[in-house]
Each structure stands twice: as structure tokens, then as C-alpha cells.
């Protein structure tokens, strides 16, 4: 049979749909890199979670592929074999939340932030892709005065949180028009971006053999889904399920959108905007829009309470539960079904990626994933051995399903280790005076 790539290179694809952002997932889907001989793209995925861990109950007794998960860590059982969990990391630092929060993506010791290696690496693998980098956020931009993404020193990243925002940001590149009326109707849930761009969709599918059509069908639905998902919780009462189908619709919650909190940022709407943003997570890494993803849950000193569907059924803020006074007490217990569950977040998050296939390897695989959070032990207040987990194998730079002890290694190796895991050949990061060189023993 005619190969794909004799009846339709990606040049020819792109220059079909012009600058349409749904481009990208169309020519990943239909005609997978090893066609093309190239080695599948490597990714950068930064994962937050708030206010510190219980470190008696996050990290492993033993160290190696025999370790044990402790309660806190306990939901990544169903990744075991791809994360790695760290020990032994400081974080070169002190103070307060808010001095961990600017220090654990930038490296630098002060309240102002410097560069962070989400946009570090953003410019580093932005070719090929839509957006450098995609920050996307639950709860992120509510109550908050300190930051963690910064894109310069003193100057914090925008972190996305309302989903139809940010799915509009991520695929409303698919209509050429710069028309601000249908931009309006985009977030005002009167139009869908994937009908927006029907002609052109019809166009290429007649350019398709069967099977290549089949594969396009299948990837327009998996996205007409999400929209459907999205927009059911911009339009009606947030459920833990989409109970509400709904086609040629934007996504949006009400604009413009006066109350306050605003609709993204209330409480009860937690937990399915973390499942909605989890789902774009996947997309634009799976689709090619960017390289780099930073996903922001909350922030420090997060006044979360975990009542909100599908939580934990505590009504008391997130911050106030992190001092959570005698570690044998009910305080403690409820930090840690509070911390578990957002290990079970990042737990769903990697198994998505896991399922993706990328050749004879997946999404994962190429991806270097690393989960923080900008204290050690919140009780304490302080930042010695912190609570860290790495993630996918980084294309094979990486060996997994092990506990690691980094021997009191300064959190900046642990940037580096990321840098150099993606190829690039830095030996510092941030202040060069507070670590330099990759954590030992990341490939056994």
C-alpha cells in the first residue's frame, strides 16, 4: 500500500491547515515520527502541590526497587514502575512558603524569583511547537501573593485557571480569523473551535486512505469529548461527571465574570477542574502544542478545603491542616489523606501519559517528569529533605521504580539533572553557588 508518507508529508499537511493549532495533534496522530525517522520529542513536566509533606509518612524506608510507599506517597502504587522517589534533596533556602515557592523552579535564594526551567527550557525546545510553554492551573490564581513560575527575575509567569480559557488558548489557533467577534463567541460558548475549522478538516480528510480517515475520526472525537466535558462545567452546575452534551459550544465559564471568587477559583469546582485541566495536560503534551508543561495545584499556604467533590470530605483549609501538630494525631491524618490525594492526581496524570504510545515506547517514556512542593516539613518549617518524586524515563536517561538517596544534594542538582536529561549540556542552574552538577545515580 502507498505509504502515508508518500501521500502526505507533514509540510503538505501544515501548509493545508495554515497556522491551525489542531495541525499539530492531526499530523502526530496520522503519521507518527518513526515515519519520518525521527526520534519522538522529548518533554518537561513540572507537577505542584502545596504546603509540604510528614516526611515519617512520605518517604521510603529502603532505598533501590524494594522500597515501600508510606501513606502519603501510597496512590503512586499504580505507577510504581515509573517514578523514582528522592530522599535526602534540600532546598537551599529559608523562611517561609513563600521563599521555597520562588526558590524550587528558578534555583535562586530570594523572594523575587529568577528565570524558572519551565521557561529555561521552554526556549530551549520551542521549534516545532505552538506555545513554548503551557501553565496551566486549579485554584492557582485565588488568595495568592507568591509564585513559583517565573519568566523573569521578579516577574511571575501567568498560570491559567479556568479551563475554557485555557483550551481556547491552546487550540483556538485553528481558526485563521483574528476576527474579535468570533473570538467573542469562542468563550462565550456560542461557537466550537473544532467546527470552526470543519472546511478545512473536510478538505484534508479527503486526501486520507481509509485507515488514516479512520485514525482522524477517532482523534476529532477524543477532542469534540473534551470540549463537551469543558463546556459542560463552564455552562451548568460542576458534577464529577459531564452530564450535559453539548456540541458547537465555546468554553467558558459566564463572561465577564464579576463575582468573587470567580467561578474557576470556587471550592466546590476543585476537584472536576483538576480532572478537566488534567485531560488538557494530556492533550497538549500528546498533540505536540508544547514541550513543556507546568501544571500549578493550588499555592502555597493554600486555603483549599477538601469538601469539594470527589475530595476527602474535610472541611478544614489545606494550609491550616499542613501544621498538623502531634504526627500520631488526627491532624496529621488529615494532612495526609489530604497529600494523597493529590499523589492520586499525579498518579492519573502519569498513567495518561503512560497509555499514549509513541512507537514502541510511550508518552511517558520521553517525558521527565518531576512533583514538588516549596517545603519540607510545613509543621517544622523547614526545608531539609523535601518531598520529591521524579517521573517517566526521560527517553532513557532515567531508571525508575526505585526509591533514590541524594545524600543531602542540593535541590539545584536536581535542576540540572532535568536539564541534562533532556540533552542539554548545563552543569548549573539558578545560583551556581548553591550546587552544581546532576544528582548521582539517576541511571542505575
Known amino acids: 500500500m502507498k505509504s502515508l508518507r508518500a501521500e502526505l508529508d507533514r509540510r503538505r499537511l501544515l501548509r493545508y491547515l495554515g497556522n491551525a493549532a489542531l495541525a499539530l495533534p492531526f499530523s502526530r496522530v496520522l503519521m507518527e515520527q518513526q515515519l519520518f525517522g525521527a526520534t519522538p520529542a522529548k518533554r518537561a513536566l513540572f507537577f505542584y502541590f502545596p504546603d509540604g509533606i510528614i516526611k515519617e509518612r512520605w518517604h521510603p524506608t529502603a532505598t533501590g526497587s524494594k522500597f515501600d510507599f508510606q501513606p502519603m506517597t501510597a496512590p503512586l502504587q499504580a505507577v510504581r514502575d515509573d517514578v523514582i522517589l528522592v530522599k535526602n534533596v534540600n532546598y537551599a533556602t529559608e523562611g517561609s512558603h513563600e521563599g521555597g515557592a520562588a526558590y524550587i523552579l528558578s534555583g535562586v ?23 513554548p510553554v503551557v501553565r496551566l492551573g486549579v ?53 466550537s473551535i473544532l467546527d470552526l475549522c470543519m472546511d478545512d478538516i473536510k478538505g484534508l480528510q479527503t486526501q486520507l486512505g481509509s485507515v488514516e480517515k479512520q485514525k482522524l475520526d477517532v482523534h476529532l472525537e477524543s477532542l469534540r469529548e473534551l470540549e463537551r466535558r469543558v463546556q459542560s462545567a463552564a455552562s451548568g452546575p460542576i458534577a ?35 480532572d478537566i485541566m488534567t485531560d488538557l495536560a494530556v492533550q ?9 508543561l507546568y501544571f500549578q495545584w493550588s499555592h502555597p499556604v493554600s486555603p483549599t478545603a477538601f469538601n469539594f467533590p470527589g475530595g476527602t470530605d474535610q472541611a478544614r483549609g489545606h494550609h491550616d491542616m499542613s501544621h498538623y501538630g502531634d504526627l500520631n494525631g488526627s491532624g496529621a491524618q488529615d494532612f495526609i489523606k489530604a497529600q494523597a490525594w493529590y499523589m492520586g492526581c499525579l498518579a492519573k496524570l502519569l498513567g495518561r501519559l503512560k497509555a499514549i504510545k509513541e512507537g514502541d515506547q510511550t508518552l511517558l517514556y520521553n517525558t521527565a ?10 509543621n517544622m518549617h523547614d526545608f531539609k529533605n523535601v518531598g520529591l518524586i521524579l517521573a517517566g524515563q526521560a527517553g532513557g536517561a532515567w531508571t525508575t521504580g526505585r526509591s533514590l538517596d ?29 550546587g552544581s552538577g546532576p544528582l548521582a545515580g539517576l541511571r542505575a
Open 240 to 274: 464529577g461527571s459531564c452530564t450535559k452534551q453539548v456540541d458547537m459550544r465555546g468554553l467558558t465559564f459566564p463572561q465577564p465574570d464579576y463575582n468573587y471568587p470567580q467561578a474557576p477559583h470556587k471550592n466546590e469546582h476543585f476537584g472536576v477542574i483538576g
Open 369 to 378: 517528569a518531576m512533583a514538588l512542593t516549596e517545603i519540607a516539613d510545613s
Open 139 to 191: 485554584g492557582a490564581n485565588f488568595q495568592t501573593g507568591s509564585h513559583i513560575s517565573y519568566f523573569a527575575p521578579g516577574s511571575a509567569s501567568p498560570i491559567e485557571d479556568n479551563p475554557a480559557k485555557a483550551f481556547y488558548n491552546i487550540f483556538g489557533g485553528a481558526s485563521s480569523s483574528t476576527d474579535p467577534l468570533t473570538k467573542s463567541k469562542l468563550l462565550a460558548a456560542e461557537m
Open 284 to 292: 497538549v503534551l500528546a498533540c505536540g502544542v508544547s514541550n513543556v
Open 406 to 434: 541524594g545524600q543531602a544534594a542540593s535541590h539545584n542538582q536536581v535542576l540540572v539533572s532535568i536539564l541534562q536529561a533532556m540533552g542539554l549540556p548545563d552543569t548549573t542552574f539558578g545560583d551556581p553557588t548553591l
Open 109 to 131: 535564594r530570594n523572594h523575587s524569583g529568577g528565570v524558572s526551567i519551565d521557561t529555561y527550557l521552554g526556549e530551549k525546545f520551542k521549534s516545532n511547537v505552538v506555545l
